[in-house]
């Protein structure tokens, strides 16, 4: 039995182009992701899932795996991340403990992280799932919608009257990674089920990297990092 670290990276990113390769201060954005596992010691094989050739032997000249190309079914637009973890659970045939899947775009992530977040699901047996969160900004619980009559409505009307110290904390994934058993992936489809631990890390290591503005905004928060 052993542990399996899955980095998902297709090559059809459409709002940044090649995302998943582009140069991020020097490297390959998805090398700094494929480098910290590897640095972690905690997984027998560091894998990267693409449908991409160059993608692919981007990921192999810094150290990770690729032994197959992924299936044009779970490459497109609706394809989610569960189904491309199950290709290579059922294509693989290997029995592991835990899968960790590490996102192709987490310069943030660090050795650290991925290490207690594995220690906290492999030390007590009440958790089943790792995933990773950062706080929310209060203010979403003071957010507005446009309702049918084009008018601005509370989304969460219980707390209009509250004071900002008085909100509850929020939380949102944060993007990075996530660690389950794989046969709980499998049965519910899902990269985090059963009793889920939810591992926060702060806004230094989280950041959305959808646009090329938010690639901005991650390249000067690395800096400051």
Known sequence: MSNLCIIPARGGSKRIPRKNIKDFLGKPIIAYSIEVALQSKLFDEVMVSTDDEEIAEVARRYGAIVPFIRDSKNSNDFATLSDVIIEVLDKTKLEYNYICTLLATAPFVTTKQLIEGYNIVNNNKKIDSILSVV???????????????????????????????????????????????????????????????????????????????????????????
């Open 135 to 225: 706080e929310n900004s209060k203010e979403v619980l003071r957010s507005f919608l446009i309702n049918k009559e084009e008018e601005l409505e509370f989304t969460f009307p219980e707390y209009k009257k509250s004071r900002s110290q008085d909100l509850p904390k929020t939380y949102k994934d944060a993007g990075i990674f996530y660690i389950s058993k794989p046969n709980l992936i499998k049965k519910n489809k899902k990269l985090t089920s059963g009793k889920v631990h939810l591992f926060e890390v702060n806004e230094y290591h989280s950041q959305d990297i959808d646009t090329f503005y938010d690639w901005e905004i991650a390249e000067y928060k690395y800096r400051l990092k």
